[in-house]
């Protein structure tokens, strides 16, 4: 990966499809409909290497992953984390894929996790608390980021509310309490060497995060799943200054695209001067993917 040459780094981006699914329509997918509804875009359904052709063409890299659900009803048209990871290496000058492991598959996910990253090389992990259904600090994961720490790893966690399952049924069975970031607070002490990044503006905890990703040196914020736009200004405030370095793009792609993040960032107070460790030096450092530009 040529890091100096790049544009950004998406820190935060899905695949939703598998390479050898039938072509089909992203519409037909309830989940996918719902949010393109909610942030008045079109749906779209990619695939790894779909993603790999839209960031290249875009000079950007990005961090791609899916969500495990051990309970989810078994669809062979989404991509599983193991088939990311193993087309991500065709793709490697622009995609660092993470894996993703429920659990609720208890010493068999501990596997699972183990062998994406051994096996296929993942480069972190995505937790989605609220959709997995669990508080991140149940000592039942535990064995899990011990094999993530272990593997000098970052786990990514879903925090707040987005657009996840709005104004669907029962919000789509998402259940938001399980996303307050305080209960990460518990996990930066116990696993003081795994590097946690609180995905999206924590709505309605954006303070809770803040204090968490302050007080705990290896707690970051991605600024995915929400319009900078809609950012509350706390945010920009503590983006500006005592949390310079340690705020991510990202876009929660294709629920929001690169080009609209960024041209909604131009409506914000967010400071020049930062904005190279936002969109790019920050996650260099973090990913350990080369010397950040001076």
């Known amino acids: 990966m040529d890091v100096e040459n790049l544009v950004a780094i998406d820190?935060?981006?899905?695949?939703?499809?598998?390479?050898?699914?039938?072509?089909?329509?992203?519409?037909?997918?309830?989940?996918?409909?719902?949010?393109?509804?909610?942030?008045?875009?079109?749906?779209?359904?990619?695939?790894?290497?779909?993603?790999?052709?839209?960031?290249r063409e875009r000079n950007m890299a990005a961090v791609t992953f899916t969500i495990d659900n051990k309970d989810a009803p078994v669809d062979p048209s989404r991509a599983t984390p193991e088939e990311i990871a193993e087309r991500a290496r065709d793709y490697a000058d622009v995609l660092i894929p993470f894996g993703s492991v429920d659990p609720a598959r208890g010493a068999e996910g501990v596997a699972m996790?183990?062998?994406?990253?051994?096996?296929?090389?993942?480069?972190?992990?995505?937790?989605?608390?609220?959709?997995?259904?669990?508080?991140?600090?149940?000592?039942?994961?535990?064995?899990?980021?011990?094999?993530?720490?272990?593997?000098?790893?970052?786990?990514?966690?879903?925090?707040?509310?987005?657009?996840?399952?709005?104004?669907?049924?029962?919000?789509?069975?998402?259940?938001?309490?399980?996303?307050?970031?305080?209960?990460?607070?518990?996990?930066?002490?116990?696993?003081?060497?795994?590097?946690?990044?609180?995905?999206?503006?924590?709505?309605?905890?954006?303070?809770?995060?803040?204090?968490?990703?302050?007080?705990?040196?290896?707690?970051?914020?991605?600024l995915s799943g929400w319009s900078p736009k809609y950012f509350p200004p706390i945010l920009v405030q503590y983006a500006n200054t005592l949390l310079k370095d340690k705020v991510l793009f990202g876009t929660d792609f294709p629920v929001l695209t690169p080009e609209r993040w960024m041209a909604d960032l131009e409506k914000t107070a967010i400071r020049d001067e930062v904005k190279p460790g936002i969109f790019k030096d920050n996650a260099v450092r973090l990913l350990g993917l080369g010397k950040p530009a001076e």
């Open 11 to 55: 820190v935060h981006t899905h695949v939703h499809r598998s390479v050898n699914a039938p072509p089909a329509s992203a519409d037909e997918n309830e989940h996918l409909a719902a949010m393109a509804k909610y942030f008045k875009t079109a749906a779209a359904a990619f695939t790894v290497d779909d993603l790999a052709a839209y960031y």
């Open 113 to 222: 996790a183990s062998r994406q990253i051994e096996e296929f090389g993942v480069r972190g992990f995505k937790f989605h608390p609220s959709s997995q259904g669990f508080y991140p600090n149940d000592r039942a994961a535990y064995p899990l980021y011990e094999v993530i720490e272990a593997a000098g790893l970052p786990a990514l966690f879903h925090t707040g509310q987005t657009g996840a399952g709005a104004g669907t049924r029962g919000g789509g069975g998402i259940r938001l309490a399980y996303s307050n970031p305080m209960y990460l607070d518990d996990v930066a002490v116990d696993f003081p060497d795994m590097p946690i990044i609180l995905a999206h503006p924590s709505f309605p905890w954006q303070e809770e995060a803040l204090s968490v990703a302050t007080h705990k040196p290896q707690v970051y914020i991605d």
